[in-house]
């Protein structure tokens, strides 16, 4: 029977979250709460976590960063919706999921995950796939900023393939779309899930080569943009977009529908919403605005390298 030893991703993924919220809280010049939980006993989930963030910082807004390593006796829908067959299972997941909420509307809203998910079936070898990836989410549009991005993804998975870049892009633009809005998140990146297809070994390999690449690939936008002078106008915008952020994560996302349907934490599963963000009926944007260029130009699938 094949097993896996999880301890290397473990390490891999605390030492993950350490180095990137160390880099942003001195980029910020604030601090992290750094909060340690332990599911109860007796609770459907079980399982311990790191959740740390970074709030009403010079820089960020928000910036939420969790570790979690939990485990459950049955799969939730959410992680069997392509794989029937281990519907039920007990089930064994760690993960870092970060999203960071920049002040300045210049500075673009950026996502990142890196998990995996381990099932062990009542007969049958146990079962391993990966999941993860990065997206951006900008509130004005530079081109610059999405051809960096997408070149930093693109570079960190040519090792694994020249095939997968294309593919997690093309998987990343139809996962962050919001259906009902019949309109994209952001500009995307790339996102995986349910890959196996390298083993454990090369699926292990591959998240990490993204999420190692994760600061390369979002800090020179933030250097570019944080000096930006904004105004009411710009941060109108922001919170406008911030709600179509909370629409996807809320009614779309996969992750948080996993962990709230295994029993999760939902203090830290909800990270990812933004501290303030806002709505408005039939909201029309001018013509040949720059915010009209975001909308025309930059959420919608376009090749960016």
């Known amino acids: 029977m094949q097993t896996f030893s999880f301890s290397p991703?473990?390490?891999?993924?605390?030492?993950?979250?350490?180095?990137?919220t160390t880099c942003v809280a001195a980029l910020d010049g604030g601090e992290f709460l750094t909060d340690l939980w332990q599911k109860d006993p007796g609770e459907t989930l079980q399982g311990q976590g790191v959740?740390?963030?970074?709030?009403?910082?010079?820089?960020?807004e928000r910036a939420g960063c969790g570790f979690s390593?939990?485990?459950?006796?049955?799969?939730?829908?959410?992680?069997?919706?392509?794989?029937?067959?281990?519907s039920g299972a007990p089930f064994e997941a760690m993960g870092v999921s970060l999203v960071f909420h920049p002040r300045n509307p210049y500075v673009p809203t950026v996502h990142m995950n890196v998990r995996m998910?381990?099932?062990?079936?009542?007969?049958?070898?146990?079962?391993?796939?990966?999941?993860?990836?990065?997206?951006?989410?900008?509130?004005?549009?530079?081109?610059e900023d999405a051809q960096h991005f997408h070149r930093t993804c693109q570079n960190a998975l040519e090792p694994f393939g020249v095939d997968k870049y294309p593919r997690f892009k093309k998987w990343c633009d139809?996962?962050?779309?919001?259906?009902?809005?019949?309109?994209?998140?952001?500009?995307g990146g790339v996102f995986f899930d349910d890959f196996?297809?390298?083993?454990?070994?090369?699926?292990?390999?591959?998240?990490?080569?993204?999420?190692?690449?994760?600061?390369?690939?979002?800090?020179?936008?933030?250097e570019r943009r944080r000096q930006l002078a904004y105004g009411e106008r710009e941060r109108d915008f922001q919170l406008y977009r911030r709600g179509r952020y909370v629409e996807f994560n809320l009614v779309w996302d996969r992750g948080?529908?996993?962990?709230?349907?295994?029993?999760?934490?939902?203090?830290?599963?909800l990270l990812s919403m933004p501290p303030l963000a806002s709505w408005s009926y039939r909201r029309k944007t001018e013509k040949g605005t720059p915010e009209d260029r975001l909308q025309q130009e930059f959420l919608v699938r376009r090749e960016w390298v």
């Open 174 to 187: 139809e996962y962050f779309f919001l259906k009902h809005r019949n309109e994209q998140r952001g500009i």
């Open 256 to 269: 948080t529908h996993f962990g709230l349907q295994s029993g999760g934490r939902s203090e830290s599963i």
């Open 69 to 86: 390593h939990v485990s459950g006796a049955r799969l939730p829908p959410a992680a069997t919706q392509h794989r029937p067959e281990l």
């Open 9 to 20: 991703f473990n390490e891999y993924l605390r030492d993950l979250q350490q180095r990137i």
């Open 51 to 60: 959740t740390q963030i970074l709030e009403g910082g010079a820089l960020f």
């Open 196 to 222: 196996s297809e390298l083993g454990f070994d090369g699926g292990f390999a591959m998240t990490a080569a993204v999420g190692d690449a994760f600061l390369a690939a979002y800090l020179p936008i933030v």
């Open 117 to 143: 998910i381990a099932a062990r079936p009542a007969s049958g070898a146990p079962v391993c796939w990966f999941g993860g990836g990065m997206d951006l989410t900008p509130y004005y549009g530079f081109e």
